[in-house]
């Protein structure tokens, strides 16, 4: 039989491992099942043998990995009879939570820090038809007053503390154990609310409890350095970073990715900005991978531990890539060096720009 099953989407694929039964609607737009590419020259260039695999997140429907969550808290709240769902995001919730909302019919109200989303989010939003509120605050601020609203309007809560959030993105773990066979030795992910790390956690728990695998991995959280509230041990009341999706100073899932650090021996740390933009540079330029700044940061800090010996030689490392690069291109832009130059419209003025940038 030459053909496969229709792919359509992770609940479908994952119904066994998530909460839901027969008769559940899955408001689904084929999330999940992005490609875990192996990094073939960034290896090379930092000098040591490692496998390094990106688990390229940005490929879900919205571009995020939020997608994976938002795929199970919509269809829950659908099931549960619910007409409106809210969250506060940096951007990623918001696309994923109006898109989402388009596809069940119901109403998507998303908070955003004003000026601080990037404008490929905030289009995504817009286009999918959520009421976008931006307030006068940051993520932390809109988180609170999500809350509070909660409890005073007939709206779902959609942001990671709603526990189906991480059920679907515990999926990603499974995905890339299937591809591996195997848990790897050690999974870096950039951490903003640190809901993402703890469900991947549950994932390759759960696989190694029911003796899927074998092994699990040491789980590696990054945070932007104007952003880190795992690094200070306690929460950042004005977190800055160019890294916008992960600028979060009081993380939801606080007490969760304490416990995940401890069961996996695991460790936190932090990039600058400046080393965040590198990361996401060479692996453009390098590998032929756009992803969004937030993303980079696993990779930035993949690299370091790496080249300082703290992740050995001989290691599988998994680097979560969180969201696609189109995400922010005027980031992007700012900081190309391609060549970009503009001549007449001839053939030897092209001919000419072409030859002057032959070699590089
Ligand atoms: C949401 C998000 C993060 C942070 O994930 P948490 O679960 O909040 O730690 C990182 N990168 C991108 C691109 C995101 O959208």
Redo the contacts with the bound molecule.
């Keep these: 039989m030459p053909f496969r099953p229709r792919y359509t989407g992770l609940i479908e694929k994952y119904r066994d491992r998530l909460p839901v039964t027969d008769d559940t609607r899955l408001i689904s737009l084929g999330e999940g099942n992005t490609p875990l590419i192996r990094l073939n020259n960034i290896p090379k260039l930092i000098g040591k043998n490692v496998d390094i695999y990106v688990k390229y997140?940005?490929l879900n429907p919205t571009g995020?990995?939020?997608d994976r969550g938002m795929t199970m808290a919509v269809t829950k709240a659908v099931e549960e009879g619910s007409k409106a769902i809210i969250c506060a995001?940096?951007?990623?919730?918001s696309a994923a939570a109006a898109a989402y909302a388009a596809r069940a019919g119901i109403t998507a109200f998303v908070l955003i820090p004003e000026g601080k989303i990037a404008l490929g989010k905030l289009s995504q939003a817009m286009m999918h038809g959520a009421v976008v509120i931006q307030i006068k605050g940051n993520f932390d601020v809109g988180m609170q007053l999500v809350k509070d609203v909660a409890k005073e309007a007939p709206v779902t809560i959609v942001n990671?503390i709603n526990p189906y959030r991480l059920q679907g993105?515990k999926t990603a773990a499974f995905e890339i154990m299937e591809e591996l066979e195997c848990a790897p030795d050690f999974h870096c992910?950039?951490?903003?609310?640190?809901?993402?790390?703890?469900?991947h956690w549950m994932g390759y728990k759960e696989y190694n409890d029911h003796g899927i695998v074998n092994n699990l991995p040491v789980m590696v959280?990054f945070q932007a350095s104007g952003s880190a509230p795992f690094m200070r041990g306690e929460m950042v009341d004005n977190p800055e970073t160019v890294?916008t999706?992960?600028r979060?100073g009081h993380?939801?899932?606080w007490d969760k990715?304490w416990a995940c650090q401890k069961e996996s021996n695991g460790w936190f740390d932090e990039c600058t900005d400046e080393e965040i933009l590198a990361a996401q540079k060479m692996l453009a330029m390098k590998e032929g991978i756009f992803?969004?700044p937030?993303?980079a940061?696993s990779l930035a800090g993949a690299m370091r531990d790496i080249k300082s010996g703290k992740i050995p030689e001989g290691s599988k490392i998994v680097c979560?890539?969180?969201?696609h690069g189109l995400?922010d291109p005027d980031t992007a832009i700012k900081q190309s060096t391609s060549p970009m130059m503009t001549v007449d419209a001839t053939m030897d003025a092209v001919k000419k720009a072409i030859l002057d940038n032959l070699v590089h």
């Design positions: 997140e940005g995020s990995f939020k995001s940096t951007g990623n919730t990671s993105q992910l950039p951490v903003g609310n640190a809901g993402n790390i703890s469900a959280g890294a999706a992960i979060i993380p939801q899932s990715a992803c969004e937030a993303s940061t979560t890539l969180t969201g995400k």
